[in-house]
């Protein structure tokens, strides 16, 4: 089977398991949605019921247990936010995170040969994608290495440690190793499945397809998510693309991006009007995760939110720690603060008149809070620096 990339911007296509478009913009799979609706999915677990959808055959094992999350709704919460909200939640897939579509996706296509002649599939991340993609790695028994930064909290690292990766914290800049690794990574014989890749983004496209599912024939008025790297965005954008290219909807719901202030490149570009999302100097929040200064598909998540008649907006520390409280004490859910932001942009947005209080609005909780609770800080950890970059990945790839 073909696994062409497109990009989304130019349009160009290439066969090659590369992530970037030579204009420099990010690459997604190019999928034929068909004249698919909702009496074509299939009768499989979690993500796997779009089977249509998605162009590798599921794995079994861990990758059935990613997906399938539920929307939950809870007055207190509308009364707090003053709209109604569905939250989704994506802690309960296996690892606690939205990361375990991609990671799932990921690994099957490694193994369906999407991913090129690899041996072993590879991250760079400071949290959720870095434990995901160590995991679903160990289950299906694929060589990992997980790169990280050189201040990831000790308790993160033993979080990751326990699927047993190769793991590395690697001192020098870190926008700089997120593209080396996609450069250098095929070369050594490493997927890397970073943020924004195409097999990432093919498999968290699927949170748009379940949140659309649940609101046949009608959809959601709005779609509300934390934004980092804009992988996740990219992914929901292209989901709703190929429903509305199938006939299976009709309108696109608004798609809000949420980003902490300290550190909002997107929102920034956003409301000065720009076409393209510029670095920051970012400063320190309790949305740590998602607190990306150089977002490698910022300007693609720009533009689903801009597509969709929605928008990128900025909540700052207080706001965030305020809906996370409101979630665990009114909803009885434990998110981290990175996934509050969602909820915190509901509540601005209806405050700003944007949203109404009898509109139907998703809220993506990304990710649970409950994860570094359990680990007790003792993982060592490799330090190397980026010029040895290349010496370590040969000897993942070997």
């Known amino acids: 089977m073909r696994y ?18 030579e204009c420099g913009e990010p690459l997604w799979l190019e999928t034929d949605p068909g004249s698919f609706d909702w009496d074509d ?19 079994g094992g861990l990758a059935d247990a990613a997906g399938g999350t539920p929307l939950v709704h809870e007055p207190a919460v509308d009364e707090f936010a003053g709209a109604r909200v569905h939250v989704k939640v994506e802690g309960e897939n296996p690892t606690g995170s939205f990361k375990d579509r991609g990671s799932a996706f990921g690994l099957a296509a490694l193994e369906a040969g999407a991913a090129g002649d690899v041996s072993a ?27 990280t930064p050189t201040d990831v909290p000790p308790a993160r690292l033993d979080v990751i440690a326990q699927y047993d990766p190769t793991l ?21 014989g490493v997927c890397f499945l970073n943020s924004d890749v195409p097999l990432r983004v093919e498999g968290q496209k699927t949170t748009a397809l379940e949140i659309c599912e ?67 100097e970012g400063g320190e929040t309790v949305a740590y995760s998602i607190a990306n200064a150089d977002p490698p598909s910022g300007t693609r998540a720009l533009r689903a939110a801009r597509d969709t008649d929605g928008a990128v907006i900025a909540v700052d520390d207080d706001a965030i720690r305020t809906a996370q409280r409101v979630l665990a ?28 209080s009898t ?22 950890a490799t330090t190397i620096d980026i010029a040895d970059l290349d010496d370590n990945l040969d000897a993942v790839g070997e």
């Not at 130019?10 to 478009?21: D, H, I, L, S």
């Not at 009768?43 to 998605?54: E, H, K, S, V």
């Not at 932001?341 to 509901?346: C, E, K, N, P, Y």
């Open 121 to 147: 599939v590879g991250t760079v991340s400071h949290g959720n994608m870095a434990m995901s993609t160590a995991a679903f790695a160990a289950a299906a028994d694929v060589p990992c290495v997980v790169m």
């Open 168 to 188: 590395l914290k690697v001192d020098g800049d870190y926008g700089r190793l997120y593209e080396r690794t996609l450069e250098r990574g095929l070369e050594s």
């Open 214 to 280: 649940a609101f046949a024939p009608d959809v959601p008025d709005a779609i509300v998510m934390p934004v980092s790297s804009g992988g996740h965005a990219s992914g929901v954008w292209k989901a709703l693309r190929e429903l509305q290219a199938a006939g299976t909807i009709d309108d696109l719901p608004r798609l809000y991006l949420v980003q902490a202030a300290a550190c909002a490149p997107i929102a920034e570009a956003d409301a000065a009007g720009a076409d393209a999302v510029t670095p920051v």
């Open 4 to 21: 062409d990339r497109v990009c989304y911007d130019c349009g160009t296509r290439t066969t090659a398991p590369v992530a970037r478009c």
């Open 359 to 380: 509109d139907d609005v998703v809220a993506v909780a990304t990710g649970t809070g409950l994860t570094e609770a359990t680990a007790a800080g003792s993982t060592a």
């Open 41 to 59: 999915v299939v009768d499989a677990p979690g993500m796997w019921r779009y089977g249509p959808l998605l162009p590798v055959e599921p794995p």
């Open 329 to 356: 004490t009114q909803a009885g859910l434990s998110v981290e603060a990175a996934s509050a932001t969602a909820l915190a942009g509901v509540r601005k947005l209806v405050a700003e008149g944007v949203l109404e």
